[in-house]
């Protein structure tokens, strides 16, 4: 397997370790040897961990190249049309903003959590990530990720401190009860192995269009008899 990594910063750093320990074929991209359509050439997949603005500057050299694409850079928007074109070339695409296989135990959590508010409706939730100092996109997408999940409205507060790699506490509240759930990320080789994960997961079964790790995870488990 030869892959391409786009971005060889905090966290791009530890997947080239990741890769090294299994043997995988890696070529690196950044600033000053950015990506073009002939170094992708005889790439087998491709994983960003670039800035969100950096990786949708590449967006259209990645879909011309055909190749699968792990992407878990934050903080953009996809660009009107690039997920209806990803589905319609049936290009295998996944997009994570955490992919610490914890998350998954999280989510389910966090789905339950938001049940509160059925049950009283007063209940109110709030949210607070912390990350390093040199994070650029506030609110995290993973904290964007959490109350998408919750299905439950609540501000979001972003503390950026230090070198922390990241801390998302949700709380949910009413008059009697208060319940909180933290999930810590402890060392950034977490992220680098749940990509790597997904991308041999990716190769393995090249799904069609643009999924979540969710819905990689959920098709893996289902075929080890189990579900999330
Ligand atoms: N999904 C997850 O699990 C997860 C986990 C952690 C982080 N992230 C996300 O991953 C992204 C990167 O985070 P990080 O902390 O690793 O960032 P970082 O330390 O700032 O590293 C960014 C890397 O991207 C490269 N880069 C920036 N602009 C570029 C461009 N235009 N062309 C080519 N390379 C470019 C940089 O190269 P130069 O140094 O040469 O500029 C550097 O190697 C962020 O969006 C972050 O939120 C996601």
């Not at 790699?165 to 810590?184: C, F, P, Q, R, V």
């Amino acid at each position: 397997m030869k892959l391409g990594l786009l971005g060889k910063g905090k966290t791009g750093s530890f997947l080239i370790g990741v890769c090294n320990d299994k043997k995988i074929e890696l070529v690196v991209f950044d600033s000053k040897n950015p990506p073009t359509a002939a170094s992708l050439k005889d790439l087998d997949g491709v994983i960003s961990f670039l800035p969100g603005e950096a990786f949708v500057s590449y967006l259209p050299l990645l879909l011309a190249s055909k190749l699968p694409v792990v992407s878990g850079s934050t903080g953009f928007e996809w660009p009107e049309g690039v997920r209806e074109k990803i589905a319609d070339e049936k290009l295998s695409w996944l997009q994570a903003n955490n992919f610490a296989l914890g998350m998954a135990v999280v989510r389910l959590m966090i789905e339950n959590m938001g049940l509160i508010s059925k049950l009283v409706p007063e209940a109110s939730f709030d949210l607070h990530e912390i990350h390093h100092t040199k994070k650029l996109d506030a609110p995290s997408g993973t904290a964007l990720s959490f109350k998408k999940w919750s299905g439950v409205e609540m501000p979001i507060t972003s503390e950026r401190t230090g070198d922390v790699i990241g801390i998302h506490t949700m709380t949910a509240t009413t008059s009697g009860e208060k319940i909180t759930l933290t999930h810590e990320a402890l060392d950034r080789k977490i992220f680098a192995e749940g990509a790597v994960w997904a991308m041999e997961r990716m190769l393995e079964s090249r799904p069609s269009g643009l999924i979540d790790l969710h819905q990689l995870l959920s098709s893996h488990l289902l075929g080890k008899g189990l579900s999330l």
